[in-house]
């Protein structure tokens, strides 16, 4: 039986070629057999997929079931249970039928205040920080842009430079995680970033960063300079007031160490004239009503939530002590909510620790400053002893 093939010819795709347009070979609208179907989607996928987009790992996230949790920086405690049974009640008048309020004015009002954004300066949310991170981009982007930023650092900024076409510099922390001021400078001048991001605390170091380098960095920048705050809760020190003093500052927050990680909600702060570009390459309805109700809750119950801030600071600094008594163990100094450390062996310890039913982050370097590092996040007393007991156990 004749298979009747239905397809571009030869002629149309060299036509095509000829005047410079982008056309499908011909053989990719022939019959083939399944393997060499299978074989033809690899060829489109590499046609088209961008080069960046192939070479780059989907954000990994691995699964923690039955595991003690401290590889995420998450907030350990729960809400009490009066307070959780009058949020399901707030819940229930909620309409799901409805799409949520595009640009709730009321929840960044109260944002605003319970973050102290100073007067004259404008509120945008985004879905977590990195949608932030990612609409800052998206303004930004043109060919040759530049984003800078110290490292190691917090590793969405060099996966969204490399989704929005910009190009990426990273400059080399100083030896004790400290911002080498001389080369974030020299970069500066040679790179003229569209954007710098710091990470104040910084991820995954805990460490804070000069406050007059910083303000170095700002007032040398031609572009815009952001402060990224995720950790702010923890280190009591902010550069949130500093906003007016400087056209090109923003500072970004989240309530995810808050303990409302399962809300996604991020905060960009600074002038309305930046931040209404920024509005622009919003998604419509990028906060849901579910998150909108629930963070105007949590933030009538923030002593709630301060309560638990003071309480993770005081066993970050009990970990911090019994880390440091460990032979082996070297413990950087944090003003986050975890606690970076190199060990000896840190795939096998952090392996070990996994098989003990603790689960941290493997920072993977062999070589460079986060060479045999590890990470744990700051847990409950209980958490945290079980983590420390399996350490011991592990690096006998």
């Not at 981009?137 to 490292?151: D, H, S, Y």
Request: proline share 6%.
């Amino acid at each position: 039986m004749r298979v009747r093939r239905n397809f571009v010819s030869n002629d149309f795709y060299r036509k095509g070629r000829e005047e410079n347009r982008v056309c499908l070979p011909w053989r990719f609208f022939v019959p083939f057999t399944v393997k060499q179907k299978n074989m033809l989607m690899s060829d489109k996928i590499s046609h088209w997929i961008r080069p960046q987009i192939r070479a780059l790992s989907a954000y990994h996230v691995p699964p923690s079931a039955d595991l003690i949790k401290l590889d995420a920086m998450e907030n350990p405690y729960h809400w009490p249970e009066t307070m959780v049974e009058e949020w399901l009640a707030v819940l229930r008048g909620v309409s799901l039928n409805r799409y949520p309020d595009p640009s709730p004015a009321r929840l960044k009002t109260s944002l605003g205040k319970a973050m102290g954004v100073p007067a004259g300066q404008s509120v945008l949310l985004g879905n977590g920080s990195d949608e932030l991170i990612q609409m800052i981009a998206l303004a930004l982007a043109q060919p040759g842009r530049v984003i800078l930023t110290p490292e190691p650092g917090f590793v969405m900024y060099k996966m969204i430079a490399t989704m929005t076409g910009m190009d990426y510099v990273g400059v080399p922390l100083a030896a004790d995680f400290s911002l080498d001021l001389e080369a974030m400078l020299a970069a500066i001048e040679q790179c003229q970033p569209a954007v710098v991001f710091l990470a104040y605390p910084n991820n995954p170091t805990g460490n804070l960063f000069d406050r007059l380098a910083i303000n170095a960095v700002i007032k040398a920048s031609p572009g815009l300079v952001v402060v990224d705050e995720a950790y702010h809760a923890f280190a009591d020190d902010s550069f949130m007031d500093e906003l007016g003093k400087h056209d090109n500052l923003l500072v970004m927050r989240t309530v995810s160490k808050m303990g409302l990680a399962g809300l996604r909600l991020g905060l960009l702060a600074g002038p309305d004239e930046w931040l209404t570009e920024f509005d622009k390459t919003r998604l419509p309805y990028n906060i849901n009503v579910l998150t909108q109700v629930s963070a105007e809750f949590a933030l009538t119950h923030r002593a709630v939530l301060d309560q638990q801030t003071r309480q993770i600071c005081t066993d970050r600094e009990k970990l911090m002590t019994d880390l440091q008594a460990l032979d082996g163990i070297m413990a950087f100094p944090s003003r986050a909510n975890f606690i970076l450390f190199r060990v000896p062996q840190a795939a096998a310890v952090f392996a070990a620790l996994k098989e003990q039913g603790v689960l941290i982050k493997n920072m993977g370097a062999e070589q460079g400053p986060l060479a045999q590092c590890l990470r744990v996040t700051v847990g409950t007393a209980e958490e945290n002893g079980a983590f420390l007991r399996a350490l011991v156990s592990a690096i006998k």
